[in-house]
């Protein structure tokens, strides 16, 4: 198991958040994908709204996005969680490769669509 910290970058216009996660994963590919998982889902998974222009998701004026990600070790993955960070190491990975098929085939819909050609 391979241990990660993250940010989920907000912008609310003038106002900027990063928010720190903490997550395990099985290699960096899954860390990846659990990381944009994160991003799409962070306020709701059905109120999320992908804007292909800045290639960023919304929840209404809210933008959210993918900050750095790093792994780190098991004690520091410890330590950090102590100081009330969120672990948000999914209960499922089926439930994250099932939003990646779900987000993927929304992209290939929308290329496809005369809105993919502005």
């Known amino acids: 198991m391979k241990y990660f910290i993250a940010n989920i970058d907000e912008q609310n216009g003038e106002f900027e958040i990063s928010q720190t996660i903490i997550f395990r994963a099985e290699s960096i590919e899954q860390a990846d994908k659990i990381h944009f998982y994160t991003v799409g889902t962070w306020y709701g998974e059905d109120i999320m709204e992908w804007n292909f222009h800045d290639e960023r998701f919304y929840n209404d004026f809210v933008a959210v996005s993918e ?22 190491t999914p209960k499922s990975f089926e439930d994250v490769e099932g939003w990646h098929r779900k987000h993927s085939r929304y992209l290939k819909e929308w290329a496809e669509s005369e809105n993919g050609y502005d």
């Open 67 to 88: 900050g750095y990600m790093n792994e780190i070790d098991k004690h520091t993955f410890d330590q950090v969680y102590k100081h009330f960070v969120v672990d948000m």
